[in-house]
């Protein structure tokens, strides 16, 4: 088993629908949790940090479930500039022990 | 300002060839991290670096790699006798903060092609 996993997608939907991920992590030691943005052939981007009490960033919501050990990520109204591969990442208590999942491709169509 | 910047951009190498690939990272950040990243999948950790000193090398896959960041700011990273299995893009990333914690800032990678 992966110790960070993300449906690989792609999830294809139509602009202006919501849309939700999630992406599952092993190691209850976990202490920071991410969701990066990549586009075809560029390089990771932060797209928002996510913290225990959950987090909003505009149209996007991140979550966290300590419990269930997972994150995710809420896109609301979503734009065809939303399509992109997201990527979660999970650093654990021993700090350069960071985890990138495989990500979930995201397709807005008009 | 200037971003993370990666070269070369691309590199092909025949089997067994030795390559070097070079990261400049964000002035001032004292955390600088190599991924390797196949196609289709996320990026895998390789090596971290705070300042000069390297912390972490657990994510390097074998003893033919390498990677030094003598003064604490430019970082390369060595393959020695390269390998198919070597061909990914090869991404660096530096952070302001210590370790993970904080935001990465990503350069755009080197592309490996190893014939």
């Known amino acids: 088993r992966k110790e960070v996993e993300q449906d690989p997608g792609p999830f294809n939907v139509p602009e202006g629908a919501t849309v939700a991920f999630n992406c599952t992590y092993s190691n209850s030691a976990s202490q920071s949790f991410f969701w990066y943005r990549q586009d075809c052939r560029k390089e990771p981007k932060l797209l928002m940090s996510v913290y225990s009490s959950g987090n909003e960033d505009g149209r996007f919501t991140a979550q966290l479930n300590r419990a269930s050990q997972y994150i995710s990520l809420l896109i609301r109204d979503s734009k065809l500039s939303d399509s992109a591969t997201y990527l979660c990442?999970?650093?654990?208590?021993?700090?350069?022990?960071?985890?990138f999942g495989s990500g979930t491709r995201l397709s807005i169509r008009p | 300002g200037a971003g993370v910047s990666q070269s070369p951009r691309y590199k092909v190498a025949k089997r067994g060839q030795d390559v070097a690939l070079r990261c400049d990272p964000i002035?001032?950040?004292?955390?600088l991290f190599w991924y390797q990243q196949a196609l289709g999948q996320g990026p895998e950790f390789l090596t971290y670096?705070?300042?000069?000193?390297?912390?972490?090398k657990s994510g390097l896959p074998s003893d033919r790699f390498f990677a030094e960041r003598p003064e604490g700011s430019v970082s390369t990273l060595k393959i020695q006798r390269t390998q198919q299995e070597d061909s990914a893009v090869y991404l660096c990333?530096?952070?302001?903060?210590?370790?993970?914690?904080?935001?990465?800032?990503f350069g755009p990678g080197t592309r490996l092609t190893v014939l």
């Open positions: 002035s001032g950040h004292v955390s």
């Open positions: 670096f705070q300042n000069e000193a390297q912390l972490d």
């Open positions: 990333a530096s952070s302001v903060g210590l370790a993970g914690f904080n935001e990465q800032f």
């Open positions: 990442v999970v650093i654990y208590s021993s700090a350069s022990k960071i985890i």
